[in-house]
């Protein structure tokens, strides 16, 4: 147990570094074109290669931490929600977030519309974060039963899912651009991690896809959202509401991690 404790804290540790590696090389190579206001093109150089080259790796010691769990008697996954609550908490305030500046951007200019998957999107934002901001402020005598957390979790199971079709539509719309691949793969991640979080209340599920779907999920979320988000801030591209899912994915990150590092492993006995 508290060597996979260790495991997730490297694998954090290597993501930030990486972020902020990838914050540089953007910063440093981005090329705009000017199709929306968040996407970008990085040129085949020698900084992207290398770059790449070291996402690939981290990539690879993260699922080499994941698999390292096959070696072990404790393969299967359980949660008690009540240990993380500031996770919560900070995931609960990002889809507000995400929410009010839609709703800004539909006050303030009357021209813009939103396709029927991005109003869903917002619409379940609003209630991911109802949910989590009730269950972050409760006490674990007062925790509703594991099955209606099950249920609960397929709230932000369906967000995830949503945003990675409407990446895709968004994808098929737009000119291939260097700024989608690590939010699709992001979305990816996310969905299976939440599919496999909400499931392991009613029953401990495989912690080797846990833990994968972590590292991957807070791994591509961070690389992308983060010097996404310094772009939106500094003036390169408008603070709008692709910025809003940015602060989103941060605080979906720092959920996970709060998860990865409250999660309890058991054996096939103990099950």
């Known amino acids: 147990m508290v060597l996979q404790k260790k495991r997730s804290l490297v694998a954090v540790l290597v993501t930030v ?15 705009k074109n000017n199709y929306e206001n968040d996407t970008y093109y990085l040129p085949d150089n020698l900084t992207v290669r290398i770059f790449n080259a070291l996402a690939i790796a981290s990539v690879v010691l993260f699922v080499a931490f994941a698999l390292s769990l096959l070696f072990t008697k404790k393969t299967s996954i359980y949660h008690d929600l009540s240990a993380s609550p500031a996770g919560m908490l900070v995931l609960a ?38 949910i989590f901001l009730v269950l972050g402020l409760k006490s674990q005598k ?11 979790m397929l709230f932000p199971t369906t967000f995830s899912a949503l945003r990675l079709v ?7 719309a ?23 979080d909400g499931k392991s209340y009613i029953h401990p599920k495989s912690a080797v896809i846990f ?28 603070f709008d509401e692709h910025a809003a899912y ?20 058991k054996t096939s006995i103990e099950e």
Request: glycine content about 4%; hydrophobic content about 55%; aromatic content about 14%.
């Open 17 to 31: 570094v990486m972020t902020v590696l990838r914050a540089v090389v953007v910063y440093y190579n981005m090329e």
């Open 93 to 130: 305030f990002s889809m507000f977030f995400v929410v009010a500046l839609f709703a800004k951007k539909l006050v303030v200019t009357e021209e813009v519309t939103y396709s029927p998957i991005s109003l869903a999107c917002v619409a379940l934002a609003l209630v991911c974060g109802l």
């Open 142 to 152: 007062s925790m509703p039963s594991n099955a209606t957390l099950s249920l609960l």
């Open 166 to 172: 409407e990446r895709f539509m968004d994808s098929n």
């Open 174 to 196: 737009a000119p291939l651009a260097s700024s989608g691949d690590y939010r699709i793969l992001g979305l990816a991640s996310l969905l299976i991690f939440f599919l496999y």
């Open 211 to 238: 833990y994968l779907s972590a590292f991957l999920s807070v791994f591509f979320l961070l690389v992308y959202s983060v010097p996404n988000l310094a772009l939106h801030c500094f003036g390169t591209f408008s």
């Open 246 to 265: 940015s602060v989103a994915d941060i605080g979906i990150s720092v959920y996970i991690c709060s998860r990865m590092f409250n999660a309890k492993l």
